[in-house]
């Protein structure tokens, strides 16, 4: 149960994340807003690290595979894409379209057992499913 809360509270904060950075990037640039977000996550973490944790970071040199510390890179990226898609569709269709695609994406990564991920065999209802929120999509966008 608490992971439903965790991932319905995710999913809040990065669409109002979204918003903000949307709006930061239109008071400055997308490069100054990205590099904000990007820098006051930093000093959030490291915060955090403080109080809560104090492990080693030369444990993150004996990561493997090391394609596996892009995680970063990629956040620079995801922060891109969201307040483009969020200027240029507005909140709740970027939302609608990053979520379909983070579903797609989640289960062919979960069907061919990609970066570690245990293998999941083909279910039609998944299928289904997804070609349910395609559907609201397009009903959603539909003029």
Do not use: H
Not at 32 to 55: E, I
Not at 93 to 115: D, N, P, R, T
């Amino acid at each position: 149960m608490i992971g439903i809360f965790i991932a319905l509270l995710s999913g809040a904060l990065m669409s109002v994340q979204g918003v903000f950075n949307t709006e930061v990037t239109k008071g400055s640039s997308m490069w100054v807003s990205t590099s904000w977000v990007q820098f006051s996550a930093l000093v959030v973490c490291l915060v955090a690290w403080f109080f809560a944790d104090r492990s080693s970071f030369a444990a993150i040199l004996e990561i493997q595979p090391k394609y596996m510390l892009l995680g970063g890179v990629i956040g620079a990226f995801i922060t891109l894409t969201v307040i483009k898609s969020m200027a240029a569709l507005g909140p709740a269709k970027a939302v609608m379209l990053i979520v379909v695609s983070q579903l797609i994406v989640a289960y062919m990564i979960e069907l061919f057992g990609m970066f570690g991920v245990d293998k999941q065999p083909f279910e039609w209802r998944r299928i289904l499913g997804m070609a349910i929120c395609i559907g609201g999509i397009i009903l959603f966008k539909w003029e």
